[in-house]
């Protein structure tokens, strides 16, 4: 399911998946876990996080990094776009 599926009662049809995913930007993956941990610095540094939930979220996406570094990151096919990914 996508982010936005939940308002649906069934699920999307193959013409609108294809019409709404796109897949060329998982070339940005790496750009895209910077731009979180960025995003997630500032939700820290304004208080809207907690110094423990930037943590855990900056591992997390740490993780990610690794893995796609390394290679073994997977794209899943219910992936909607990079953004989904993460």
Do not use: C, K, Y
């Amino acid at each position: 399911m996508t982010m936005w599926g939940g308002r649906f009662g069934e699920e999307v049809s193959d013409d609108t998946w294809e019409f709404t995913v796109d897949t060329s930007d998982r070339r940005l993956l790496l750009d895209d876990l910077e731009g979180s941990m960025g995003h997630v610095g500032m939700l820290g540094s304004t208080g809207i996080l907690d110094p423990t939930q930037v943590s855990v979220i900056v591992e997390g996406l740490e993780t990610i990094r690794e893995e796609a570094v390394g290679g073994s990151f997977t794209f899943r096919n219910d992936d909607e776009d990079v953004h989904s990914a993460v």
